[in-house]
């Protein structure tokens, strides 16, 4: 029982992940375009959802998406409202990211004769990346810890489960206790992993001036 | 009960349960904000056990859903206690902790910025640690903070709606109601988002303007 | 060939370039002398295409370069040095030098490689390809930045205050490099506040006064009493630089 809600947490985790990291990294490439309408569309879309709580949101397609025929299962409308939802915050992160590297180096790209999708895909991306990963990786632990909202619309992952164990078991107290502290290893261990990422993708920062 | 319309009787609802989330939203930030500084200064001037005590019971607040701390507060409490505890009461309690724990971290990391000279040139001239304390280390972390402090509110706010899940009455429990009785999600879930859309920007805004005066005093004093 | 005739460029209202001409030839090594503000990067800016033009024209190889299509082919030819070097930080010294080639020209890797290690050996840094760019004091990144564009086989080597940002015991190792270059025979447009070094090796001075023209000539002439030493202003150009 504990270990299928696991599995359910885990797996909306990982597709949210993808999901939202795609979503940011397009964002993000509009929120910095020349293009006056790109930027402010991508500029609201960040702002729109960062500011609306995200059980909100996921009612609001939870509920609102079969109203216009549209009928899929909670897990699939919950990556997908997650993605939505954090793919703002993973916007903004990488926006400031590419914000922050250096025009000199973009320059160079572009003298070289690099074409612009070229210069963002090999020179911009990657620098921007690598700076953002730490606040990425806090982006990406705070989504595992909002899948547990998904509960709220009957997704039984490791939060949806222990709902039924506590008042199967009427030892609320243990359950949730026990949940918590499993939350707490997860994303502990998520960012061992990122922290172990971002030495490897900056260890060409050793000895930088 | 479905597919009934509005009624009169709705913006009232929308305004009750404005006023629960802001409510609870104000109560948690306040006292969380103080609790929040209490573990930081225990951390600061390094009490001994109770520092780390604090320091662990706030990494477990941040790294844990805040879902799930009211479902422990609201359902767990009571059975381990044998007390009762409202929604409402939960919710409070729960969310100032969680704050709290983040005040904390944004507190002790300002006070960090602080130049150290500073400090003992004021001790050197005989200020009493509490006057230190007041006149110089609190007025300067404050600027400092600002900025992560108006990002946690606006965060906070958000967090609120969280207690609809426990039976608290607030914009989110009211979104539901309306919902299930008028089966028109997506009019209710705009009109819900929105305001919270509007709260947290007026949020932002007057910390911007707050922060702006800030270091206008600032630059005054002369610092 | 570069062409550049009544070349107008202005940042708001500011003209920078008040019609500048100027013509080199390939195999030249001009040096390009000049105040700071007298708009000498503006000019190179303009040559590879990173700032457009306002007025007049620019050609290269009769290559347009306000023509996207033309500048594109432009820059296969031309390749540019950075005062601040501008090395990609996430990538190894190897692929900041094998990355153009590969991508713009089209040209294979194992053979891009292996010139790319030629150069390294050129500019004594054979072993430092798998280096990244931020464990390479400034003197070191700045001779990857000439194996960088020379791996590019340009016809044209844009070079602008290259060794401005060196510590003066760093400036001779890359001045050294250029030395060598310069007399290989790659066309050269350089500027530069070395004015002996200027002297040594170009062929050509062009003294630029404030957005226009002031001096074009041979370096021999330009250093000459009755040349460009006969003219006030760039006599005390040339004074002050050497009192620094
Ligand atoms: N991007 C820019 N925007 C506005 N003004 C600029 C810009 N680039 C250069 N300028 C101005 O143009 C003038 C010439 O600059 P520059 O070409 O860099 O001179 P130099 O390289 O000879 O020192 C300077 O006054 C400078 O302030
Ligand atoms: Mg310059």
Redesign the interface.
């Known amino acids: 029982m504990f270990w299928d809600g696991f599995l359910v947490t885990a797996s909306v985790s990982a597709l949210s992940i993808v999901g939202s990291f795609l979503i940011g990294v397009i964002v993000a490439f509009g929120a910095v375009s020349r293009r006056p309408f790109l930027r402010k569309a991508a500029r609201g879309y960040i702002g729109l959802f960062r500011n609306i709580p995200f059980i909100v949101q996921v009612f609001f397609f939870y509920f609102g998406l079969p109203e216009i025929g549209v009928y899929i299962d909670a897990f699939t409308t919950g990556t997908m409202a997650l993605s939505i939802a954090v793919g703002a915050y993973a916007a903004d992160v990488l926006r400031s990211g590419i914000e922050n590297v250096?025009t000199?180096?973009i320059?160079?790209?572009?003298?070289?004769?690099?074409s612009r999708f070229?210069i963002y895909r090999?020179?911009i991306l990657?620098?921007a990346l690598?700076v953002s990963l730490r606040p990425l990786g806090s982006v990406f632990i705070n989504l595992v810890l909002t899948t547990s909202i998904l509960s709220t619309i009957t997704l039984n992952e490791l939060t949806g489960n222990a709902k039924i164990v506590a008042s199967d078991t009427f030892r609320p107290f243990e359950v949730y206790f026990f949940l918590l502290l499993f939350y707490c290893v997860l994303t502990y261990l998520l960012s061992l992993l990122i922290n172990l990422w971002h030495r490897r993708?900056n260890?060409?920062?050793?000895?930088?001036? | 009960m479905r597919n009934q319309g509005f009624n009169w009787h709705d913006p009232i609802l929308w305004a009750q349960g404005l006023g629960v989330s802001v409510g609870v939203f104000a109560a948690s930030m306040i006292l969380g904000t103080v609790i929040g500084i209490f573990i930081a200064l225990c951390r600061v001037y390094k009490v001994p056990v109770v520092a780390p005590v604090l320091l662990v019971i706030s990494e477990f607040l941040k790294n844990s859903p805040v879902l799930v701390q009211l479902f422990l507060v609201f359902f767990g409490v009571p059975v381990l206690l044998q007390v009762n505890i409202t929604p409402a009461e939960a919710a409070i309690f729960t969310l100032t902790g969680n704050t709290a724990a983040f005040i904390a971290v944004i507190a002790i990391s300002a006070i960090d910025a602080i130049d150290r000279g500073q400090l003992e040139a004021a001790r050197s001239f005989g200020h009493s640690e509490r006057s230190i304390l007041r006149k110089i280390i609190a007025p300067q972390a404050l600027v400092v903070a600002m900025p992560a402090l108006i990002g946690l509110a606006v965060n906070q706010l958000q967090v609120t709606s969280l207690i609809s899940a426990i039976g608290v009455i607030d914009l989110t429990k009211v979104g539901q109601i309306l919902n299930q009785r008028t089966w028109q999600p997506f009019i209710v879930w705009t009109i819900i988002g929105v305001t919270y859309f509007i709260l947290s920007r007026l949020l932002a805004a007057a910390g911007g303007r707050l922060e702006t005066r800030l270091r206008r005093h600032m630059d005054w004093a002369g610092l | 060939m570069i062409e550049i005739d009544n070349l107008h460029k202005k940042f708001g209202d500011t003209e920078v370039l008040k019609g500048v001409s100027l013509s080199i030839a390939p195999g030249e090594v001009v040096s390009i002398l000049g105040a700071s503000g007298s708009g000498k990067s503006t000019l190179m800016r303009c040559m590879?295409?990173?700032a457009g033009l306002n007025g007049g024209s620019l050609l290269i190889d009769g290559l347009d370069v306000s023509k996207p299509r033309e500048l594109?082919e432009i820059?296969?030819r031309?390749?540019?040095v950075?005062q601040?070097f501008?090395?990609?930080?996430?990538?190894?010294v190897l692929d900041n030098i094998t990355?153009?080639p590969m991508?713009?020209l089209g040209r294979k890797k194992a053979e891009v490689e292996a010139e790319a290690y030629a150069l390294l050996k050129q500019v004594g840094l054979a072993d430092r390809a798998d280096a990244?760019?931020?464990?390479l004091s400034g003197g070191q990144k700045q001779r990857i930045g000439i194996c960088?564009a020379l791996a590019?086989q340009p016809r044209y080597l844009l070079l602008d205050e290259v060794t401005s940002a060196l510590d003066p015991e760093m400036t001779g190792e890359v001045l050294d490099v250029l030395a060598a270059l310069a007399r290989s025979g790659t066309t050269m447009i350089f500027v530069t506040h070395e004015i002996a070094f200027a002297r040594e090796i170009s062929s050509r001075i062009v003294f630029l006064d404030d957005g226009v023209v002031r001096a074009d000539m041979p370096t021999d002439r330009f250093f000459a009493e009755d040349g460009g030493y006969g003219d006030e202003r760039i006599a005390r150009f040339l004074a002050k630089m050497r009192n620094k």
């Open positions: 250096d000199g180096v320059e160079a790209a572009e003298v070289s004769g690099l070229k090999r020179i990657p620098i690598r993708l260890r060409f920062m050793r000895g930088a001036e | 590879n295409g990173l594109r820059r296969k031309c390749a540019t950075f601040h501008n090395l990609y930080p996430h990538l190894s990355l153009a991508d713009v990244y760019p931020g464990q960088r590019m």
